[in-house]
């Protein structure tokens, strides 16, 4: 199966280059871009629009924490079903024989959605399901394509130290995620491989922080499995 990964298309999804010959597309979240999920809303659902016509057989989305629309229930599962889209939220399906868990959370940051502190995210974790071919969750792991500036201005791994722990332990063949965008000067995007435990990550988000206006800079990963 070949898929396709994207990320973190913060409304700018028009813009993608869709390659051919693609099974599955995989999406780990931030399609829309507003706090508010009023405003949210209407930004998922223009998503959607395009997205249902993506000519992909298989369409995945996992939300991240600025689909405020999709935490608080004005864009429900239903509305991604009737499109033929597989929204998961902490779950898992079965892709033509592949095995994909995706979940939304991540370690607080601001008053976004979907966020857990990070002293008690581990609980989430502790529920993953081993057996997974793929493990798609919105932000990364600790250490593995996740560097970027704090608010101090300072650079810093800011990927989830739990999450790390229990995908080194189910080892999942892909690890999907997105949150982290590449900086003016830090890539992140693109795959990390770690031969000692079968694993190849991706972090496919596509804009680059504070150069939203740049719209697309990445068009995401392709792998094979």
Not at 108 to 137: A, C, H
Not at 156 to 172: Q, S
Not at 184 to 189: G, K, P, S, V
Not at 200 to 222: C, E, M, W
Request: proline share 4%.
């Amino acid at each position: 199966m070949k898929i396709w990964h994207i990320s973190d298309t913060h409304l700018f999804h028009n813009q993608l280059n869709i390659p051919e010959g693609i099974d599955l597309v995989i999406h780990t979240g931030d399609c829309s871009n507003h706090m508010s999920p009023y405003e949210n809303e209407w930004e998922v659902r223009a998503f959607l629009d395009w997205y249902e016509k993506v000519d992909i057989p298989n369409k995945i989305y996992i939300p991240g924490n600025h689909d405020t629309s999709i935490e608080k229930g004005l864009v429900k599962a239903g509305d991604f079903i009737s499109r033929g889209i597989h929204l998961l939220m902490h779950d898992w399906i079965n892709v033509n024989g592949v095995k994909i868990f995706g979940s939304p959370y991540t370690p607080t940051y601001g008053q976004w959605s979907f966020m857990k502190s990070r002293e008690t995210i581990n609980r989430v974790w502790e529920t993953l399901p081993g057996g997974m071919d793929i493990i798609g969750v919105h932000g990364p792991c600790r250490g593995i394509l996740d560097l970027s500036y704090n608010r101090a201005n300072e650079l810093e791994f800011c990927g989830d130290n739990a999450l790390r722990k229990h995908i080194l332990r189910l080892k999942p063949k892909y690890f999907l995620s997105g949150h982290i965008h590449n900086c003016e000067d830090i890539i992140n995007t693109g795959f990390r491989h770690m031969p000692e435990y079968g694993i190849t990550f991706s972090n496919a988000a596509g804009v680059t922080d504070r150069k939203f206006n740049l719209g697309i800079t990445y068009h995401g990963n392709i792998f094979e499995i």
